[in-house]
């Protein structure tokens, strides 16, 4: 149980950061099968699939809400270590995705998978700096249609690996006012302020029911995909795994770095890598459902 809230709370802090993909840091602590199977057969198999839902949920929700302002603050004060840890938090998935493809011959179809892939989140990094303005989350039915849509989209992106729902959230300009918002009903939970509850929950209710809706929609397309293509999809996720370090050294400027902070830097990115391996060591013989 606990484990499995702090691997959630690990997935929360990779979806609230642009370039890093929570559909990643499942693949690489071993809980992403159990998680798509959990979702798509949540109804007929409803006690098994909350076991796993509920204590992921928890450390997910835990984590956006506790560690929006640190992460924030990480990135302001020491930005690349903070991207080399997370970098090596993926990076420590790879072991794991290669045991799903090891023994199998490599074919076209693997090879056209892990390109098109690698280059779909290279590709969506480089358009980073075309960053929408910022969304308008005033309460109106049109906001309101536009942030069950939006969340739709970013859940579709914090589902499939590799792909990064805060980096397409920043794209579309929804990314910094959504950030803020959570903050800002984190403060007006502190000061019990009800007035400022109701008003945050006009954007984040709606928000909420399109992430819902459409992790529902894309799991279910994920299972089909597994079930019949396990191999191009296992060489997909390579290529999305690959690409994603890539994309966030894309979409960061470190400037000139002293030593100190390259060293540091890579005592982060070793302790990305052991706590990935960690976290994902006992789920590998368990992560095989599909």
């Not at 990076?91 to 892990?114: C, D, E, N, T, Y």
């Not at 989209?153 to 980096?167: D, E, F, K, Q, R």
């Amino acid at each position: 149980m606990v484990k499995n809230i702090l691997k959630g709370a690990v997935m929360g802090i990779a979806n609230i950061i642009p370039g890093v993909s929570g559909g990643t840091m499942a693949v690489s602590m071993g809980i992403y099968d159990k998680i798509i199977h959990a979702v798509t057969h949540l109804f007929s198999e409803f006690k098994q699939s909350m076991k796993v839902l509920v204590p992921i949920g928890v450390g997910i929700v835990l984590a956006i809400v506790a560690v929006a302002r640190l992460i924030e603050y990480m990135f302001g004060v020491i930005p690349f270590q903070t991207n080399m840890l997370f970098i090596g938090l993926i990076l420590g998935g790879l072991p794991a995705m290669g045991k799903k493809v090891k023994g199998h011959s490599v074919r076209i179809s693997h090879i056209i998978a892990f390109l098109l892939f690698f280059a779909l989140v290279a590709g969506c990094a480089s358009l980073e700096g075309s960053e929408g303005s910022a969304a308008d989350l005033s309460f109106s039915l049109v906001n309101v249609v536009k942030l069950l849509g939006v969340g739709v989209i970013a859940s579709a992106t914090m589902v499939v690996p590799g792909v990064s729902g805060s980096m397409i959230l920043m794209i579309i300009g929804y990314y910094e006012p959504v950030l803020g918002m959570v903050n800002q009903f984190v403060d007006h939970l502190k000061e019990f302020d009800v007035q400022g509850l109701i008003s945050d929950c006009g954007v984040l209710v709606p928000f909420g029911i399109g992430v819902v809706a459409g992790i529902f929609v894309i799991a279910k397309i994920i299972e089909v995909i597994f079930a019949n293509w396990p191999l191009v999809a296992y060489w997909a996720i390579i290529g999305l795994i690959l690409a994603s370090p890539v994309a966030i050294l894309m979409m960061n400027q470190f400037g000139s770095l002293k030593l100190l902070t390259i060293v540091t830097g890579i005592g982060a990115l070793a302790v990305g890598i052991v706590a990935s391996l960690l976290l994902g060591g006992e789920e590998e013989s368990e992560a095989d459902s599909f």
